[in-house]
């Protein structure tokens, strides 16, 4: 498969200057970011440059806030439609894999990463629900500032921990950025995300930044349904991934990196989506549940899973005890993306927030 990777570099100068969550390549003019309540009052439309990036849907009937769709710069939808705004060449395996969210498989035994309108109502009392009660910053600027406040409860609407995640959205004419830090904070006496591979950054991409792959795939949704997609009928998918220690393709998956990074073609464009973890997060580097088929989430607390029971690593909340995760997420399109070596230096700018 062609490589999509740019040998030249792309001049970032300092090579990276930030302002807020900003990053100027090329001197490429900072777009203004602007915030629009929908009427119903259940979502946020993120308007960078004029053009809509992405709408935060926090509607309790998702089972948690969402950024859905994601947009990059040029208009190009880089997140799988299904299930809102399905397409007619995608894969409809997986109906809780919707844009970008942060959940997590187990918290006190709850499912809240699996959890959609697919699970049958006699079985939700084993999956969770993260409820947004407030909308708590609301800023349009050259980055713009979107918080809000929720809990994460069973179905009995018992609260395990709440939730306290700040985004700041920036872009220019190639770039689209997403700063998120979410705060966790215990609620019981002891609530204990126990070590599974499911989690806690997620990202579901578009079928063109899927791996090509040369066998049929089956995927089982959670009514049991079998989609089968066939290799030699796919001819939409052109990604790969590659990770800051060198792991490209299926590889990089249960693998530790400082950043991650989807690419492929998109149109005439190369699209790449790249996912940085901060050194203050827990179990840094994350491992990388990053898989062929199109779902890019960074799991620090997988570790049992990836290292086939090698370790474990097992976060425990007392009552009153926090901990923060931050990441940085940046959609490129052009003709060129980010070279490994660019991404290490703003991965260490990244470092320094």
Not at 160 to 170: A, D, G, I, P, Q
Request: hydrophobic share 35%; with cysteine.
């Amino acid at each position: 498969m062609r490589n999509l990777f740019s040998n030249r570099a792309m001049n970032i100068s300092m090579a990276l200057l930030l302002s807020g969550s900003s990053i100027c390549v090329n001197a490429q003019k900072t777009e203004p970011v602007k915030l629009a309540t929908a009427k119903s009052m259940d979502k946020i439309d993120v308007m960078i440059g004029g053009r809509l990036f992405t709408t935060l849907l926090f509607n309790d009937s998702m089972y948690k806030p969402v950024l859905y769709p994601i947009y990059s710069s040029a208009g190009t939808m880089v997140t799988r439609g299904y299930p809102m705004y399905p397409k007619a060449d995608e894969p409809t395996d997986h109906p809780h894999h919707m844009g970008l969210w942060f959940n997590y498989e187990n918290v006190n035994g709850l499912d809240f990463w699996n959890n959609s309108f697919a699970i049958p109502a006699e079985k939700k009392a084993q999956y969770g629900w993260i409820k947004t009660d407030a909308i708590t910053e609301k800023k349009d600027g050259n980055t713009g500032v979107l918080a809000y406040s929720a809990r994460w409860t069973n179905q009995k609407n018992e609260t395990l921990v709440t939730e306290k995640t700040r985004y700041e959205f920036s872009g220019t004419s190639h770039q689209r950025i997403i700063d998120r830090t979410t705060t966790l904070t215990g609620v019981m006496d002891d609530v204990a995300f126990n070590d599974a591979k499911d989690g806690m950054l997620g990202l579901r991409m578009a079928h063109e930044l899927q791996i090509p792959t040369m066998k049929d795939q089956k995927f089982t949704d959670d009514k049991g349904i079998v989609t089968t997609v066939k290799a030699s009928t796919d001819k939409t998918a052109t990604g790969n991934y590659i990770t800051s220690e060198g792991k490209e393709g299926d590889s990089a998956w249960s693998t530790r990196a400082v950043w991650c990074k989807a690419y492929g073609k998109m149109g005439a464009d190369s699209i790449s989506i790249s996912i940085i973890d901060h050194p203050s997060n827990p179990n840094y580097p994350t491992f990388w549940h990053a898989r062929g088929y199109g779902l890019f989430a960074a799991n620090p607390l997988g570790e049992k899973v990836f290292t086939n029971g090698k370790s474990a690593k097992n976060l425990h909340l007392k009552k009153g005890e926090s901990v923060t995760f931050k990441y940085r997420i940046i959609i490129q399109d052009d003709k060129k993306t980010f070279t490994p070596k660019e991404l290490d230096n703003i991965a260490k700018e990244f470092a320094k927030k």
